[in-house]
């Protein structure tokens, strides 16, 4: 599969995401028979920001190899402590959930930083749409921290890194990664 087509991959799952974790949850805050198809879709958002990092690793495995290692990790656990959410939810205690929201963005906000920073080096989308991103999350994470010390801030600071997902979605979507550029090595050549 090309760079260009798992970018595009990348972005309809980033922005599918949305729908399916936010939808999700709606249902299931709802209560009633809605809320197992509730269910159901935060299962499917899980796995699907799973295949995130699964789609994305290789990607930046060529310039950026440790990262596209950290990215994955940062995805599995985020799919992880969201649908571990969800089971706090379901067996009503919601603290509890709310927890693992936060300790889920906070790690998502961190390895994204790292994802974007790697985007940015490697040229994969255009530069100030990775910096946008490195910012974002950074944001995010330091909403998710603050989250967990009792401050209510999280879903403001998380507004930067949202919309940049919508951002980031649409241009994969339409044009999908760019051709990686070569990163440097540090040695110098010297002809022969």
Known sequence: MS???RGRLVG???LLAFVLYGGGSALVASGGSLSWWGAALVLLNSAGVLAIGLVAR???AGTHPRTSVAYLATRVVEGVLLAAGLALVLGDE???ADGAYWVAMTVLGLGSVLFCRA???AGLVPRPLAAWGVAGYAF???GGLLEL???DVGLLLS???GLFEVALGVQLVARGFRTPAPRPTGRVTVPA
């Open 3 to 5: 760079s260009r087509v």
């Open 12 to 14: 309809a799952l980033v």
């Open 58 to 60: 290789p990607v930046l």
């Open 94 to 96: 919601p603290a509890a």
């Open 119 to 121: 985007l940015l080096q």
């Open 140 to 142: 995010l994470a330091a």
């Open 149 to 151: 010390t009792g401050r």
């Open 159 to 161: 507004a930067p890194g």
